[in-house]
């Protein structure tokens, strides 16, 4: 299916109402504080089964945009990020809301999402063919060594907590072990239990660390109060002066959108901090920024939204997602037995086709929603999380018995919700878990098929140029952390020697 | 400084679950053959992640020891936790919640109680400890609680066709 029978088949009735709905619902989870698109993701999963391949993809991926777009509405009319990634819109558009234009703030954030996202999937849709068309080309020790190095990197660039997220990675590779062994036939792990003979099931596990964790953390904040600001549509709809004015800003910040997005493991939220630290840099007023900055606004939503496009490469091209939400999307389409990498372009073009044009689509869907709906929307931030928390244990624990209608998948979604409770008080990052969890798997089968075709020798993870290459970047990045440590280690003890140390200033260090 | 403490105590928990799991990997390994026509056979991928887990957990130890910090993750998904708190936490909420999330999903995967009225009384209970014990919010929440119990039970038997009780 080229792509514009991907967009045609997405103006069909059903495909467009799919559409719509993963948008707003997707909006919607972004309004409400505490819940996000990946645990909106993990819990619609299961109800995906029913659906076509296509039509369950075009759910996820307009949920995944409506989701990263919604958290604006909070973020301007109560200063709490809905999404982590509105995190910087909290600043300048809760007091340009306050300042009695809420409208404005919201219109401006919200065109701002709807350039850097069309502007991230025409560099989706450039860049992620040729990628895909040079991927293929891997033999399976390049193909691991890859997988190596997006563990090692999604655990060393994305949190500053480098062991924590090793140990997560390996976490997850072990969750996906026991079972049969596909190549020996043998049974391995399952510690004496029938049930886990089968193996454990991805999806129980994602619900169980991404949804149980998160009504658990929500419980304890059950006492936290906010104030949000009535929303108007008076000054939602922005002038093309607008565009001309906030035009550069827009685009230099969509560009940073889509290069952090590319890089593993970094994310929407980093995204938009760097878009609004260097728009803040470049402006001829920086003193408004964290005052209600119109400039602000409109790096920090252009960059945030402009990550979708790019995070979509490295995971349509080469299987390695960019963050959280895009682990859970790359689980999705595991689950959905579609293997995100260079094959996805040959074996399954309906389905890279169907992702570009609903990642487009589904851009000016949001857009359209969050202008002509934005107070019906704006109502859902006063909806009690008394009905919201249980409702989401009640989808939980439909989710993981519709798999294979077992109550061994329930009791395994709430072993691994306590799981992600602890992990989530350790202050482990999530992302390098489910990334172990799904790509082990993977990585064992390369590394196998390799090995049987050097007749059992590692030697070509050394001599073959890119795969020994993939694992020198793998040492460097797994040494870098360290390095870094020690070089703000002796910084900072360099500046108190000379007794100009942040703290003695009482900055932050 | 509560939350430190709160974090350092989860870290060390987490250091012994990777510990533990990680010795009962390399244990259940190790009793597997090895596969006469694989390469890799079953226990490569098991023992050698195993020895990488119980590596970085020893790591985190020696850190935690000579007093160093391990980091944090940067953004959570589970919004709230370990965050600057303006409110009160409530941890035997939170507890409460988990405990009847785990009673409802037993009552669901033994079948014991049929799907409508184990849904009902979960989301009243569970609605009724997230809020104040207030007769009008009560009532609310039990008008809820039956609706959506019955709309879901329709939505999962006839939409969705699965087989519940």
């Known amino acids: ?21 993963g948008v707003a619902l997707g909006i919607s989870v972004g309004v409400l504080p505490g819940i996000t698109a990946g645990m909106l993701m993990a819990l619609t ?111 060393s660039l994305s949190e500053g907590a480098f062991l924590k997220g090793l140990s997560a990675g390996l976490l997850g590779m072990l969750v996906s072990f026991p079972g049969i062994d596909e190549s020996s036939g043998m049974l391995r792990l399952s510690f004496g239990f029938i049930a886990l003979e089968g193996g454990l099931n991805s999806l129980p596990v994602i619900l169980g660390v991404f949804a149980v964790s998160q009504v658990v953390a929500d419980a304890l904040n059950i006492e936290e109060r906010t104030d949000a600001i009535e929303s108007t549509m008076r000054g939602i709809f922005v002038s093309l002066r607008d565009y001309a004015v906030h035009g550069w800003n827009m685009l230099r910040s969509s560009l940073i959108g889509i290069w952090i997005g590319i890089l593993p493991g970094v994310g929407a939220t980093i995204a938009s901090i760097v878009a609004y630290t260097t728009a803040k840099n470049l402006s001829r007023d920086p003193d408004r920024f964290g005052h209600g900055s119109e400039e602000a606004i409109v790096a920090a939503e252009s960059a945030n939204n402009a990550t979708t496009g790019g995070t979509l490469i490295p995971l349509l091209t080469l299987g390695i997602p960019g963050g959280l939400t895009d682990s859970i ?85 709430l072993a691994f919700g306590m799981l992600g409770v602890l992990l989530e008080l350790a202050k482990v990052p999530l992302a390098p878990f489910v990334v172990g969890l799904v790509l082990a798997p993977v990585a064992e089968a390369e590394l196998r098929a390799g090995l049987m075709s050097s007749a059992g020798s590692f030697e070509p993870l050394l001599t073959r140029p890119i795969a020994c290459t993939m694992l020198l970047l793998s040492a460097a990045l797994f040494v870098w952390p360290f390095v870094r440590e020690r070089r703000r280690a002796s910084r900072i003890m360099a500046l108190d020697q000379a007794g100009t140390s942040p703290v003695n200033q009482g900055g932050i260090r | 400084m509560q939350q430190d403490r709160i974090g350092r105590i989860a870290e060390i928990a987490y250091i012994a679950v990777i510990l533990g799991v990680a010795a009962a990997v390399w244990r259940e390994a190790s009793t597997l053959p090895p596969a006469p026509y694989d390469p890799l056979g079953p226990k490569f991928f098991p023992t050698w992640v195993s020895y990488g887990l119980a590596a970085l957990a020893a790591a985190m130890l020696a850190r935690l020891a000579l007093g160093r910090k ?4 940067a953004q959570s998904m589970v919004v709230g936790i370990g965050g600057a708190a303006s409110h009160a936490p409530s941890p035997w909420t939170a507890a409460l919640t988990l405990l ?66």
């Open chain 2, 70 to 73: 391990l980091g944090r993750a």
């Open chain 1, 1 to 21: 299916m080229p792509l514009l029978d991907a967009f045609i088949h997405l103006l069909t009735p059903q495909a467009f109402v799919i559409l719509l709905a």
């Open chain 1, 329 to 413: 999307l790359l689980g999705a389409l595991v689950i959905h037995n579609l293997q995100p990498g260079p094959l996805l372009f040959k074996n399954n073009p309906e389905i890279v086709n169907t992702i570009f044009a609903t990642h487009l689509v589904a851009h000016f869907a949001m857009f359209a929603m969050m202008t002509l709906g934005i107070t019906v929307f704006a109502r859902l931030m006063r909806l009690p999380r008394a009905f919201i928390l249980p409702m989401v244990i009640v989808f939980s624990v439909l989710g993981a018995f519709a798999l294979n209608n077992r109550a061994f998948d329930i009791g395994v979604m």
């Open chain 1, 45 to 155: 999963l299961p109800f995906t089964y029913h659906m076509t391949s296509v039509n369950a993809v075009t759910l996820l991926v307009a949920m995944f945009v409506g989701g990263v777009s919604g958290g604006l509405i909070t973020a301007t009319l109560m200063r709490i990020p809905g999404e982590p990634n509105a995190i910087m819109t909290c600043l300048d558009g809760y007091q340009l809301a306050r300042r009695g234009q809420p409208g404005r703030s919201l219109g401006l954030g919200n065109a701002s999402s709807v350039v850097g996202g069309t502007l991230s999937w025409g560099v989706l849709v450039l860049l992620a063919p040729p990628i895909a068309g040079v991927a293929v080309a891997l033999g399976p020790f390049e193909n691991f060594a890859i997988i190596v190095m997006a563990l090692i990197l999604i655990s």
């Open chain 2, 100 to 165: 009847l999330g785990c009673a409802y999903a037993a009552a669901f995967g033994f079948r014991g109680i049929p799907f409508l009225p184990a849904t009902a009384v979960y989301l009243f209970l569970a609605g009724a400890l997230l809020g104040p014990l207030e007769r009008r919010r009560l009532v609310v929440v039990a008008a809820f609680a039956v609706a959506m119990a019955a709309a879901l039970d329709f939505l999962f038997r006839a939409v969705f066709k699965l087989d519940l009780v």
